[in-house]
């Protein structure tokens, strides 16, 4: 079963990679390496959810979040490199938490978007990993998700 495919399975489709909110590129691609930025949970350019993880947005709400987000950093793949299905590891996933200051649970939130790459990719879904609770994000979200990847070579 291919990537696409088993999204279907999944009932998960890929959204419009976001454009960029400033003068720098959604992603860019160095040789094999894929470099996604910042990806917040936006659905057709609209924010999804604002607010401070551990006060207006729960564990729950955060890792749908950061669901949303992995899907916009996979939509950022497929507008530059054609096709998702070239993805042939991923390295490290950064996730932002914004929450507050007592939270010790953003790994937890993160985990959304973990598992997501884990379900759509059973084969190749591992990678390195950072969570990080901050004070505030972008637009006020409560969730950002930065992605390196390799590619395929194209032929």
Avoid: C
């Amino acid at each position: 079963m291919n990537t696409y495919e088993r999204m279907t399975n999944l009932g998960i489709s890929l959204p419009v990679a976001p454009p960029s909110p400033g003068p720098f590129m959604g992603a860019i691609r160095v040789g094999n390496q894929v470099v996604i930025s910042g990806q917040v949970p936006l659905v057709k350019e609209t924010v999804m959810t604002v607010g401070i993880v551990g006060d207006t947005v729960s564990i729950e709400e955060g890792q749908q979040n950061a669901r949303i987000a992995i899907l916009n950093a996979l939509a950022q793949v497929e507008t530059l490199v054609g096709d998702i299905s070239k993805i042939r590891q991923f390295v490290r996933l950064a996730g932002y938490v914004a929450a507050t200051p007592d939270f010790t649970q953003h790994g937890k939130v993160i985990d959304g978007a973990s598992q997501l790459l884990r379900e759509i990719f059973p084969d190749r879904w591992e990678h390195a990993r950072i969570a990080i609770g901050v004070s505030s994000l972008p637009r006020g979200v409560p969730v950002e998700i930065e992605l390196t990847l390799i590619v395929d070579d194209d032929n």
